[in-house]
């Protein structure tokens, strides 16, 4: 501990030994790199405090939000709300004088229609009643006939129980996959991780429903259990295997079924009536806060503009396009002009398809050395404590000064991870692009993820705005340093 090496420090090392261990060779091939300087010009530093500061007291994030929200609604891709979203989004970049392109992009389009479910056999029913069931479809989830369809439904705790069961006991059924979600490692503050696990049965269980011969697929919400909610999300589809319906149950309803199927028979009716358009022209707001002396490079600060369609896409994600948005409405503010140019783009189609994130990179296949840095904000926006950064080590003391900015607000926490760090921003972090995001605390995140109750009054001002303050000094930061950062 002594040549003044802090605990800080120490703890960046020991956090790259853990988890560049399985880079040794890639690491060793950097070690000829020249040390970056892990200090920024003092004057760089009075404007990343004045940031942080009028971040924290401005509104303008809010206000984007609420009317994102309130004013133009639910954004599911290739709908009228998802196409005035762009419009608006684009006028709001040119009110604050940057340069704005829209660039196309073709989503898929698909609409939900009528979603209904009720159980009609099961132990113990009293004559001619039936048991409603809270069911939402997922998208593109295929449609079940007009008057819907009914079958005996077999639940199932996992995919090997499915294999177990065969297509002998699957076959005709509607297969329902009761995992839950665990609010366990969720009130620890890893939402993601709970929802990760959850998730797969959401987007795999008609494929290997279909498999066995199931006529649809049932899935307990991808979520926590609150209020008896629906949480829609997407569901995957393979050429080879038959396209059957999918929707997702409340979580209490799961339970229901689950109980009733351990004493006997239970039927259940399902009508989902969504329809899936030709693909559709959108597009991706590309949005530039041209950089002073290195106009050609480029940082990105992102989120998505599209969202499902049950809420009005609040927490998903209409904060993270509201503080892309804040971060150029800053500078223009204080009057901060960055080396390198700052880019916002409120990305199309994250949701079901992410045709925004992949034509993006696709046009810039030629350009990804100009691309700096990628940050996106797609986790909700409750109170952060740092961010992600999917950097190689070399980069981690370069970023260590803006960590220091941002520890007066507590979210002085530099985490860096191996995978990419956004749906949108993948592509090119695969392609070795820099990858940021807000650590954001994810404990009610997935009480309204993907369901009706995410909506404008879920976000807290103060967390929002704190937000705000990571991705302003982060982008602006990473814009103004004397050096780019490695890669
Ligand atoms: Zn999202």
């Not at 989830?141 to 009914?150: I, R, Y």
């Not at 890893?190 to 269980?205: H, K, L, P």
């Not at 629906?230 to 309803?253: C, F, L, N, Q, W």
Request: net charge neutral.
């Amino acid at each position: 501990m002594k040549c003044g090496m802090s605990a800080r420090g120490l703890l960046l090392i020991s956090l790259f030994a853990s988890v560049f261990a399985g880079s040794v060779s890639t690491l060793a091939q950097r070690q000829s790199v020249p040390a970056p300087a892990t200090t920024l010009p003092v004057e760089l530093l009075t404007d990343l405090a004045r940031l942080r500061d009028a971040a924290l007291s401005s509104d303008f994030a809010l206000r984007q939000t609420a009317f994102l929200c309130n004013n133009i609604g639910p954004r599911l891709s290739g709908s009228p709300q998802a196409a005035r979203a762009v419009e608006y989004v684009a006028g709001q970049m040119r009110d604050l004088g940057l340069d704005v392109r829209l660039e196309e992009v073709m989503v898929p389009h698909w609409v939900r229609g009528a979603e209904t479910a009720s159980l009609t056999r099961f132990p113990g029913m009293a004559q001619g009643t039936t048991q409603k069931i809270v069911v939402t479809a997922l998208g593109p989830s295929v449609a079940t006939p007009p008057e819907g369809l009914e079958a005996p439904v077999v639940v199932v705790s996992n995919f090997d129980a499915l294999k177990q069961l065969g297509e002998e006991r699957v076959k005709g059924r509607i297969v329902l996959f009761n995992v839950k979600f665990d609010e366990a490692i969720q009130d620890q503050g890893s939402g993601t991780e709970a929802y990760s696990q959850a998730v797969a049965y959401r987007s795999g269980g008609a494929i290997a429903a279909a498999r066995l011969g199931a006529v649809a697929a049932l899935n307990r919400s991808a979520g926590s259990t609150a209020f008896r909610k629906p949480h829609t999300g997407s569901v995957r589809y393979d050429d080879g295997v038959v396209k059957i319906p999918a929707a997702a149950i409340s979580a209490e309803d799961a339970e229901l079924i689950a109980y009733l199927a351990a004493q006997g028979e239970v039927r259940l009716r399902l009508v989902l009536t969504p329809q899936t358009l030709p693909d559709t022209l959108s597009h991706n707001v590309i949005a530039d806060l041209k950089g002073s002396e290195f106009p050609e490079q480029v940082v990105i600060v992102s989120g998505h503009l599209d969202s499902w369609d049950l809420g009005t896409g609040a927490l998903d994600d209409a904060v993270g396009v509201a503080t892309a948005m804040e971060v150029v409405n800053l500078c223009r503010r204080l009057g901060l002009r960055p080396k390198r140019t700052i880019r916002v783009i409120p990305y199309m189609n994250e949701e079901n398809g992410l045709r925004g994130g992949v034509t993006y990179f696709q046009n810039q296949r030629s350009n990804l050395a100009n691309h700096i840095a990628a940050i996106e904000s797609d986790l909700g926006a409750g109170h952060p404590t740092g961010f992600y950064a999917h950097v190689v080590p070399a980069a981690l003391p370069m970023l260590r000064p803006l960590a220091e900015v941002l520890h007066a607000t507590g979210a002085g926490i530099v985490r860096p991870v191996p995978n990419s760090v956004g749906a949108d921003i993948s592509p090119l972090e695969s392609a070795g692009v820099p990858g940021f995001a807000p650590i954001t605390d994810t404990r009610h995140y997935f009480k309204y993820h993907h369901t009706p109750a995410d909506t404008f009054d879920k976000v807290d001002p103060r967390h929002l705005a704190e937000n705000a303050a990571v991705v302003a000094v982060l982008a602006y930061g990473i814009a103004a340093m004397p050096q780019s950062l490695p890669r």
